[in-house]
């Protein structure tokens, strides 16, 4: 895809929705912290459904550690992998109290520091808690980036470095939450909304 039609994209797609944010919920940067980490081989439907109760139990590092992975675990048994998320997520509590004074770091290295938190849930938390121009690269970002042409490539850190060089400044900052939501809802794995989309006719693979 030109540049141009590149600045054209994410133009559409703010004009749909100038402030695009995730779709999973919290009120905290600690909360959304747990959320991601949560979200892992998840949806985020399942998260929320979950999460309430947890935040209601546990809405610090301090009183997540009070609650203990077995207390944790109770909250979350409904999600995927909650055995070892809720580990990762005491752990993680523990860490953020010893070393952070019981905030959320707002540095890459320090994030991916923490238990369950990887290259991808240190973007979103960058992006959506601290405002940082960092695209997490999911299934949908890298589906869209593929077919697109925005940005191909082989793997997640190819896509997600092709991004960060190919979209335009002033659409940096949303440009992760575009991405998933237009991937999860219009240019979906199966069966894409081609006949929806208001890119469409930006994208070189439609006919194909």
């Not at 809405?59 to 609650?67: E, K, V, W």
């Not at 909250?75 to 993680?92: D, E, M, P, W, Y």
């Not at 999911?138 to 960060?164: K, Q």
């Amino acid at each position: 895809m030109s540049p141009e039609s590149v600045r054209s994209f994410f133009r559409r797609l703010a004009e749909a929705d100038p402030a695009p944010s995730t779709e999973l919920e919290y009120a905290t940067a600690f909360e959304l912290l747990v959320a991601v980490i949560l979200s892992a081989q998840a949806t985020d439907r399942s998260v929320n459904a979950a999460t309430p109760g947890l935040f209601a139990a546990a809405p610090t590092p301090r009183a997540m550690i009070g609650l203990g992975v077995e207390g944790v675990r109770e909250h979350i048994r409904t999600i995927g992998l909650f055995n070892s998320k809720a580990r990762n997520l005491v752990r993680a509590a523990e860490m953020l109290e010893e070393r952070h004074g019981g905030e959320v770091p707002r540095t890459r290295e320090a994030l991916e520091a923490l238990p369950g938190v990887g290259r991808k849930t240190a973007n979103v938390v960058l992006n959506t808690a601290f405002g940082e121009e960092t695209i997490a690269v999911d299934t949908h970002i890298f589906r869209v980036s593929n077919r697109t042409g925005i940005a191909p490539g082989r793997n997640v850190r190819e896509v997600e470095d092709g991004l960060l060089a190919n979209v335009p400044a002033e659409y940096r900052r949303h440009a992760h939450h575009w991405l998933i939501l237009h991937g999860r809802y219009t240019c979906t794995a199966r069966n894409p909304r081609c006949e929806e989309c208001r890119v469409a006719d930006l994208c070189p693979r439609i006919g194909l």
